[in-house]
């Protein structure tokens, strides 16, 4: 994740006045992505939860996974 943020392959959430991009949010056994709202983001975020799965052998359950957005349309998501 932190190599596509620096790639500018995926743009974090800004927060704050200063603009702070946050891009995930990790805990003991659940990780939160957060991002604007674009395609490319998509795109981004299901090649990294596949290369994921190649590199650590373990699967990402994509039925227990869920995609929300925040003022988005539902047609994008």
Request: net charge positive; charged share 25%; with cysteine.
């Amino acid at each position: 994740m932190k190599k596509a943020v620096e790639r500018t392959r995926f743009r974090g959430f800004r927060v704050g006045r200063e603009g702070v991009s946050v891009s995930h949010l990790q805990y003991v056994d659940d990780t939160l992505c957060l991002g604007e709202a674009s395609i490319e983001n998509l795109w981004t975020l299901k090649a990294i939860l596949r290369a994921f799965e190649l590199v650590s052998g373990l699967k990402v359950n994509f039925w227990k996974s869920c995609v929300m957005g925040v003022n988005v349309s539902n047609d994008f998501i």
